[in-house]
């Protein structure tokens, strides 16, 4: 679950992604966010990290036998 600040955060960089990006964009930070506790400010980290790797490798297809 997201705190406030980290929903804002959120928000803040969903407004920087062209709207027909961002499902696959949420879609890559949900499995790079999966399994942690996030420290403050971790969310923002990870979401440009992300957002890096999307602009740079585009959404990575995966086959069932990848989702650990």
């Not at 790079?32 to 979401?47: F, K």
């Not at 585009?58 to 069932?64: E, I, K, L, N």
């Amino acid at each position: 679950m997201l705190t406030d600040e980290q929903q804002n955060q959120l928000k803040d960089i969903l407004r920087l992604i062209p709207p027909d990006e961002q499902a696959a964009f949420l879609d890559m930070l949900a499995h790079d966010l999966r399994g942690r506790d996030l420290d403050r400010g971790e969310l923002r980290r990870i979401a440009e990290h992300t957002w890096r790797k999307f602009l740079q490798h585009g959404w990575p297809m995966h086959s069932p036998g990848d989702v650990a």
